[in-house]
């Protein structure tokens, strides 16, 4: 009698199991995100150049048009304008300054640019209307693509916590947090893209980022290879604005 | 004499509706059902349109029942139809806001709605 109760328990247990496994499925879904600012008015695109600023290891302006341009080149339906690289910080250098810098000297105008607090004085220019259409007008309206990319070393100590391997008395290896005091140095990105109609010269849309990496002070990392590191964490947000993409997942449908 | 003829009467169709509401409501819960079980047939196939159509039905037929509303949540997303997934699973949760299955759905769609709203624009 036991025997036969246990094994109707279990054949109910079973016929439950079944029932819940069956009562769900899960399915992979994609799911189109629609870009952030309507593009369809455009044909081609045009990343102009950028206002940049901190480090002088990297070229900034030039390195932000360049990878700009290649991912837009792959992963847009737009047509990247190839032209030269503008130096917006003599354009819109403040009056009082240009008289001191020589002109075309990019790295004269990164020197200056050391903050964000630097950046303010030249962000006129963005809301030069007659400047951006000017510039549309010789490039058959595009969108323009342009903004400030600030690229600052920057360093930081403290305490951090880190896994450390530990052999116990039985000698079983183990991994604790252990924390210790570390000196750490690295960059922060800071780039704001803005993007212009190139037929009227407004501003249609920016957005602004930060991005920072830090690494232990014995570690050499080449300011380029950070600039890239974090450049390519910002580039799928970039992209986002003007395609459209598609995100993979699962979901659970249910019965 | 009047009253309790009244009564009688009352009491005969509160009988009447008590024993044919459950059955009723089973009809619903069981149309309603094969809806959803031929939209998640077509769904796996990969025809999100008819699945979500089936999906709809069922939802109407029986406006209590979770599953479709989860599960046409699901065909919305799918679909980029963002506020409508939204309400959706909201309805889902409020119909049964235990089920883990849902609230996980619910999670999974917020952060990707997230993302698709954008940041600092100006």
Redesign the interface.
Known sequence: MTARRAATAVSLGLALGLGACTS??E?P??????P?LDVSAFRRVLVAGFITGGSEDVDANLETVRLLRSQLRTKSDLTVIEADVLNLADKAAPASETVKTEPSDQQEADRRIRNQRDLEPFEHVFADVAFWKKLGEEYQEPLIVTGTVLFTPHSRSGMVERAQEVVDAFGRRRVVPVRTYMERKGFILNPKFIFIDGRTGT?L????FREEVLYSAQQNTPALSSYFELMDRLIP?FL??LSAQK?R?T????? | MNIPMIARRVLLAALVLGLTAPAAYADRRSEA?SQ??F??KV??RGLWKEATYRWERAAEIDPTY??AW??LA?AY????QFDEARKAYEKALELDPD?L??Q??YD??KE?ND??K?????
């Open positions: 769900f499925y399915i879904i994609t799911t189109p995100i629609q952030k501003t849309y920016s957005e602004s947000s986002s604005t995100i997942g979901r659970v449908l249910l019965k | 059902k959803v079980d939209g998640i769904a796996q979770a599953a989860n599960n699901v997303e799918q679909q980029g089920n299955l849902i996980q759905n999974l769609f990707i993302r698709a954008g940041r600092d624009s100006r």
